[in-house]
Structure formats: structure tokens, C-alpha cells
């Protein structure tokens, strides 16, 4: 890939490959813009080759559900964008480490494991019940819980990433993932299995 792909009067820098996913892989990047702005993001781009539309669809809805919801344990993102004739999402980059890598070093002190569930669980929480553009509640599921995607900060912030397998009720959103079981083996909910989806899956 290019290592500086560009947008616009906008181009990104990439620093670092930080992620793989299930659609693409995720960058640290510079953008860099008209009169010497630069600003660190995330920049997650969709892979070359087996990648199908349905694929690009729910990548771009990813966006969508991002775009819609707003709380401090969930990243920031911007519009979908076309760099180099692939689609990307730019999000905010979140220093930090990952739960998973913060269990691998470890048993986790229980109150520090309470205060991360019990910030997840309040954003999820809040997002299920948001309203959306249609004044409905959004239904918002994450789908993929997990370790790996939960970022702890420098400062004991806590971010969830990765909606790449979300569902949420709105009109703008171009896939149906009723039929589609999210998740990652080992972490996905029994009931999810049998095709039974609900915030409850996610708790």
C-alpha cells in the first residue's frame, strides 16, 4: 500500500499497522493538512482480494453506527472515505493496551476488572437506548466482546473498539445482519449460536 494515501487536500502518513480484522487491517497514521495541521488517527482500510459488496456494505454501516453514537468509552470516527480506490474509515487513535494483553501479563486486580465491565456495560447500555436519526431507540449490539477489543489508556480510560459486526435499528444502514452470527468463537453467547440476538448476548 502507499505508505502516504491521499483524500482531498488531506493525505495520511501511515506509522504503523496496529490491527488485522475481518474486512481489513487497522493503521496509526498522520493526517496532514492545508497549513501545516497533522493529527494522529486510526486509519482502517478495507484488504484487497476476497473482500465482497456485502463485505464493503457493512464496513461502510460500521461507520454509519459510529457516526451516530456518542460516549466517552467509544471511538470517534469521521465520514467513510475512498483512499486509493479502497474504502476507509478514519477514527481516533487510542493509545494504550489492550484488556487481552493486559491479562496476559497477569491476573487483572478485581477492582480494576469491575470498573472496566462496569464502564462497557454502561456505554452498551447507553447506546442500546439512544434515539436514533428516526427518534427510535438505535437497538445497538455489539456482537464481538472481547479482550482484544477493549483499549485501556495511559490514563485508565476505557474505549471499545471494533463494530465491525454490529447491529443496530436505523434507516440509512445498508446490510441486514439478522442471519449472520457475529462474534469471535469463545466469546459469542450461546443463544446467539441458535439465532436468538439481544443486548443479553452481549452482556
Keep these: 500500500m502507499n505508505p502516504t494515501p491521499t483524500e482531498g487536500r488531506r493525505r495520511y502518513r501511515v506509522l504503523d499497522l496496529i490491527g488485522r480484522g475481518g474486512f481489513g ?112 431507540p438505535l437497538h445497538l449490539v455489539h456482537r464481538d466482546l472481547k479482550p482484544a477489543n477493549i483499549q485501556i489508556t495511559p490514563e485508565g480510560d476505557v474505549k471499545l473498539l471494533d463494530f465491525g459486526v454490529a447491529r443496530a435499528r436505523f434507516e440509512s444502514r445498508e446490510t441486514v445482519t439478522s442471519n449472520t452470527i457475529g462474534g469471535t468463537l469463545g466469546y459469542i453467547a450461546p443463544e446467539r449460536l441458535k439465532g436468538v440476538e439481544g443486548p443479553e448476548g452481549d452482556v
Design 25 to 136: 487491517n487497522v493503521y496509526m497514521a498522520r493526517l496532514e493538512g492545508p497549513e501545516g495541521f497533522t493529527k494522529v488517527v486510526a486509519l482502517k482500510i478495507v484488504r484487497d482480494g476476497d473482500v465482497t459488496q456485502t463485505d464493503i456494505k457493512r464496513f461502510r454501516d460500521e461507520a454509519r453506527i459510529l457516526g451516530l453514537v456518542r460516549d466517552r468509552a467509544i471511538v470517534g470516527v469521521d465520514p467513510p472515505i475512498r483512499l486509493g480506490g479502497r474504502w476507509a474509515i478514519v477514527m481516533e487513535f487510542v493509545e494504550g493496551v489492550s484488556a487481552q494483553r493486559l491479562v496476559s501479563r497477569g491476573p487483572v486486580p478485581p477492582r480494576v476488572a469491575l470498573e472496566v465491565v462496569q464502564e462497557i456495560a454502561r456505554a452498551l447500555h447507553k447506546v442500546y437506548a439512544q434515539p436514533g436519526p428516526d427518534g427510535r
